[in-house]
């Protein structure tokens, strides 16, 4: 395959089809970023670090050579507890959660989990060792971090130049881990080059979830968008006398 029709990716996804559309230009037909950013923020390099440190702090990790061994699941759920927040919005767990209590009626003075939120997060902590490595999650977090466009060119106007595909470029209104403005940047850039690009923000209560929740959403826009860009292609191939 020498030529594709898109690459499409959401939130660290987003990040790696920003990279190949100025890394393989000529390879390239179209993109979709969605609820990314062309680097990561202090604020998300905050949260990926205390991840980190709750893995790095078990006793089990043995400086990553737990292989073998008992791993740092206990490390390990903490981060995805971590993290897991940060795909939230305030919205959407006061809608999901709200200050419910679980299995009881009133408060019992001590550290157990009580209310509902503390459970799904301890659910959710204790599934993600099930089926995720904790050195991964170490070296995935850190790739998040040091990603930036930018690199050594003075803008990111200037980064994106190489880019000739069409832009179809998502954000999500409670997004607050890749917030909006985020994106707009992007687009912004973009368009200042004369780059083809339609940003869109999609309202949702979701938060960073959200381009994982409004699948409906966004399966018409992204098929409006594609039929839209091979619209374009088969013209172009008209018009040189080619077969798309």
């Known amino acids: 395959v020498d030529v594709l029709l898109a690459v499409v ?47 790095i702090s078990d006793p089990n990790w043995q400086g990553g050579n737990y292989h073998g061994g008992k791993p740092p699941d206990l490390g390990l759920a903490l981060a995805r507890m971590i993290g897991h927040i940060t795909y939230l919005s305030d919205q959407a767990m006061q809608d999901k959660f709200g200050r419910d209590l679980r299995h009881r009626d009133g408060y019992s003075y001590n550290f157990e989990q009580e ?41 990111l106007r200037d980064s994106l130049k190489r880019a000739t ?39 949702s209560d979701y938060g960073h979830d959200a381009f994982l929740m409004e699948y409906e959403t966004q399966t018409k826009l992204i098929r409006a968008f594609l039929e839209a860009v091979q619209r374009r292609r088969r013209k172009a191939a008209g018009k040189a006398g080619n077969t798309p």
């Open 9 to 55: 990716g959401g939130s660290m996804g987003g990040m790696q089809a920003l990279e190949w559309t100025v890394s393989y230009p000529d390879a390239v037909t179209a993109a979709i970023p969605i609820a990314t950013t062309h680097r990561l923020s202090p604020q998300g390099i905050a949260f990926n670090e205390v991840g980190r440190q709750a893995i």
């Open 165 to 203: 595909a069409v832009f179809l470029q998502v954000a999500f209104s409670s997004d607050w881990l890749f917030p909006a403005y985020q994106n707009r940047e992007i687009a912004n850039a973009l368009r200042n080059n004369g780059t083809d690009v339609t940003y869109v923000e999609l309202q």
């Open 115 to 155: 209310f509902q939120v503390e459970s799904y997060l301890h659910h959710q902590g204790s599934k993600f060792t099930r089926r995720f490595d904790a050195n991964t999650y170490l070296y995935l977090t850190k790739a998040m971090d040091y990603f930036d466009m930018t690199g050594d060119c003075p803008s």
